[in-house]
């Protein structure tokens, strides 16, 4: 069935830049809504941005407007988050979900998502 991987985390001072994707094997990408969600320890699971299955809108959270992009390209079945200036607060393992709907724009509530990848730790520390 649909497995979602992650990659691209990795440790950065703040105000550095990363690249994170998520590439997805046993469906077709482009019939799923993917969400980019992120915990930090002791905290709750939150919502960071989402792309509509063709691409032609996104959601980003107050927290990473104007910093964060999301993106996907079908045709290699991966979804991109670009993640620039980051914070210390963006430290957290991310995570990226798939959300199989026919109408509807993609949205930032994780019991939205049923299939998710297993995280990508994201380090902004100085």
């Known amino acids: 069935q649909l497995r979602l991987v992650e990659s691209g985390g990795g440790l950065v001072q703040p105000g550095g830049s990363l690249r994170l994707s998520c590439a997805a094997s046993?469906?077709?990408?482009?019939?799923?809504?993917i969400g980019w969600f992120r915990q930090a320890p002791g905290k709750e699971r939150e919502g960071v941005s989402c792309?509509?299955?063709?691409?032609?809108?996104?959601i980003y959270a107050d927290s990473v407007k104007g910093r964060f992009t999301v993106s996907r390209d079908n045709a290699k079945n991966t979804v991109y988050l670009e993640m620039s200036s980051l914070k210390p607060e963006d430290t957290a393992v991310y995570y990226c979900?798939?959300?199989?709907?026919?109408?509807?724009?993609?949205?930032?509530?994780?019991?939205?998502?049923?299939?998710w990848g297993q995280g990508t730790q994201v380090t902004a520390s100085s």
């Open positions: 046993g469906v077709t990408l482009g019939y799923y809504h």
């Open positions: 792309i509509n299955r063709n691409g032609d809108s996104t």
């Open positions: 979900a798939a959300d199989f709907r026919l109408v509807g724009p993609c949205l930032l509530s994780v019991k939205e998502y049923d299939h």
